[in-house]
DNA sequence: CTGTTAGCGCATTCAT
DNA sequence: ATGAATGCGCTAACAG
């Protein structure tokens, strides 16, 4: 309830004066700049951030959007809420969490209103419906996902596909000739989510590369379906020495299950995993590909954060939008095997 | 750009009848109501959030103070943000993440500068140094957690004593008579984390109950110093029969730990876990009691937005605070044990 | 340079 | 249904 003007009685001086001190946007003697810090301490004074926003335009707010996504997918997406509200924080920005219901109605809403300076937005599809929806409103956003159109917005990525091949590279090298590919949920597929179709590439290009049968499976999140999919696959006929698992927050269901049907993963792992979380222990003794999440929320925390002041920079002149296509930034990451716990299994002689 | 103005002129009103037609805070004429309807769509105004804000003193958006926590945790966290989010916007807000750097900083900033109506606080410590600042800024607040003062502010949680009882019931009523009880990490219970004292209680409580002899180790996010921690335990003297876990999120690390040590887990868990995520792969097969996450963050959202209006009701009058401290709802969540894939087993014969 | 005055940004709401 | 006042902080223009 007490406002600048508050301050400035006390201190004695100008409105005018204590905005310059708390700014530091002109210089101020400092004896006057004592008096009114003291008044702006004994007051317990803040700026309202909507006074402040409705002058300057700026909310030092980034926005969020994420997708609507079923239980298991929420840890994971949770995560680099997290991580990106750190990296927001960091950079003088809180975090507005926007779960996108229908469409992008809720970043929609977010842009508009001026809730927020820019966006980032998580789960990309391919064709992504939010790329236009930004575009069209001008607003500022990157994409922490790598859409099939890599110029509409700056984005960052784990290189899925070249992590997929590697993964079926690094079975192949270690004697694996029939090997599976556990990509993605069958849901995650059909959503055209550029991480799961860009994988299952990867791993069509790892079987081109090394000569290997690579069987590619959707996987599911019904735990009981997953089960039966995968006794299906390794009783079958010919059935993979190996797995490379991009599935992994399914990875305790797949471990039983192929443990039980005797791919030998207790002793001596025949399995790669692609895309765990860095700290997930189910994943932690086996060889594995990592999600660079803090690197990949720092990163689109960055783009999104540069769009904005892109923006704020064109404004003055007019010319605007069409600038900022020329400066879109990406960051793909390659992929980094990290060796397991115990070195990968010869396969068993048929 | 387009102003509330811009709307009145496009449908031959004044501004103030646009708002009274967007409010819908005021009878208008049908015909005018369609004439600025359709104004608004035409130009695809939509009302600026920091101007609606600094005039009504109703930000429509919610604060999430989250801890600063290690990776382990950070999934848990993101999946009750995200659920959090979702109930919010049910309610007609948004969420502001706060990872609270150093102490109640980001809460206190994000509070004073009216970012917020109201906050809902995670990580509950017994005594929390969060709940003496949204007090003495009189900033509406719901705590996602059980404090060790129950009416200092409305909370929800689940009974985690009760749930750590049951779970040493259940052991007990199995046939164990020597149980570990693997509690939260070490720093967990050194920050008094509510959730983690409280299991610990419930767990002494059910070996007065049953007589059982249960030992309380602490758990550690170190999955090498685990192991060692878990072969000692098991290996040692007197090793225990059956586990109760409530350090759900190593739960692969433990089982790997248990079924080497030859506790019967592979085909008969001697095992009960406590607070696993309702999707968490890792506890699918065994006895446990879920955290109830989405319930709770429904429910924490609810009393927030309750104390932000109750908050909003007071204030005209000039009574104010002291009438709130009344009106302090909690939910303290009963556990319900789920039964798991297979029974539990029965004691080894020693 | 340092400080002050005045006007602006936009939607809400009380009188008229 | 309208006009005008209001909420709060920023900043250009002005004065010392």
Redesign the pocket.
Known sequence: ?T???DV?ERA?????????V??G?????A???ERVRRAVDELG????A???T????RTDVLALALPRTDGGQRAVDGRFAIDVSDAARRLGYDLLLTTAEEKAEGLRRVARSGLADAAVLMAVDMEDARIEVVRELAFPAALLGRPADEDALPWTDLDWEAAASLAVRTLAAAGHHRIAYLAPTEREVLARRSYALRGIAGARRGARETGAAVRVIRSTGNPARLARKLRALLTGAEPPTALAVQHASALPHILAAATAEGLRTADAPAMVVIGSLPDDPAARDLPRIELPVETMAAEATRLAVAAAEALRAAEPDGGGDRLLAGAIGHLLIPPALLPGARPLAPPRSP
Chains 1, 2 share one sequence.
Do not use: D, F, Q, W
């Not at 946007?25 to 003697?29: E, L, Q, T």
């Not at 004074?45 to 309202?48: A, D, G, M, T």
């Open positions: 309830m406002t600048i003007k400035a004695g001086v100008a409105p005018s004066t204590v905005s310059y708390l700014n946007s002109r210089s101020i003697s004896e006057t700049r004074y803040h700026p309202r909507s006074a402040r409705l002058r300057s335009t």
